[in-house]
Antibody
Framework: QVTLKESGPALVKPTETLTLTCTVSGFSLSSARMGVSWIRQPPGKALEWLAHIFSNDEKVYSASLKSRLTISRDTSKSQVVLTMTNMDPLDTATYYC??????????????WGQGTVVTVSS | DIQMTQSPSSLSASVGDTVTITCRASRSLNTYLNWYQQQPGKAPRLLIYGAVSLQSGVPSRFSASASGTDFTLTISRLQPEDSATYYCQQTFITPPWEFGLGTKVEIK
């Protein structure tokens, strides 16, 4: 059974660094044709893709947030970590991690975590 | 970057109705277009992948089609549990893998 679960602080102050952890089970982070992304959703707004780590440890980032984001993984712990520096109230959102699987015509986020709400406020 | 234009932004329909949601891409996506359902307070759920393929476990009243850069999600025999926001997303070539702005479906 594939599951993903996000964890991290619910509240951060402006200018602080946010660190979120996605713990996965039911698949390996180094399995071919799989990867994990972070996606966020501000209250009442649309989904925004942030960053992705491929099975070969290659990383890609949203161009608009690239300077503030770092994605990494610990395969032994089945965890993917996202850090976002210089947090701003506009970064208040629900943050999701999701598995991306590509096989044939399937190239989509097929499993999602429940999301973790992060509020940026002093 | 590829831009995704989704319409309408919201709609209201009755149980049993058929509704259609459209997503237009700014360039060809081949068939790398997915549809997700997000019920209130929940994480998104994959409904359709590869433009037209139904994800396992998704009711058959959901269907999709594609024509060039235009993609359509159809919900037949609308049910109360279909009240949600629906997003299209492209996964063509390299990131960013943009989502549309969403279509909120309300049941009258």
């Amino acid at each position: 059974q594939v599951t993903l679960k996000e964890s991290g602080p619910a509240l951060v102050k402006p200018t602080e660094t946010l660190t979120l952890t996605c713990t996965v089970s039911g698949f390996s982070l180094s399995s071919a044709r799989m990867g994990v992304s972070w996606i966020r959703q501000p209250p009442g707004k649309a989904l925004e893709w942030l960053a992705h780590i491929f099975s070969n440890d290659e990383k890609v980032y949203s161009a608009s947030l690239k300077s503030r984001l770092t994605i990494s993984r610990d395969t032994s712990k089945s965890q993917v970590v996202l850090t976002m520096t210089n947090m701003d109230p506009l970064d208040t959102a629900t943050y999701y991690c999701a598995r991306k699987w590509y096989s044939g015509t399937l190239d989509a986020f097929d499993f999602w975590g429940q999301g973790t709400v992060v509020t940026v406020s002093s | 970057d590829i831009q995704m234009t989704q319409s309408p932004s919201s709609l209201s329909a009755s149980v049993g109705d058929t509704v259609t949601i459209t997503c237009r891409a700014s360039r060809s996506l081949n068939t790398y277009l997915n549809w997700y359902q997000q019920q209130p307070g929940k994480a998104p759920r994959l409904l359709i992948y590869g433009a037209v393929s139904l994800q396992s476990g998704v009711p058959s009243r959901f269907s999709a089609s594609a024509s060039g850069t235009d993609f359509t999600l159809t919900i037949s025999r609308l049910q109360p549990e279909d009240s949600a926001t629906y997003y299209c997303q492209q996964t063509f070539i390299t990131p960013p893998w943009e989502f549309g702005l969403g279509t909120k479906v309300e049941i009258k």
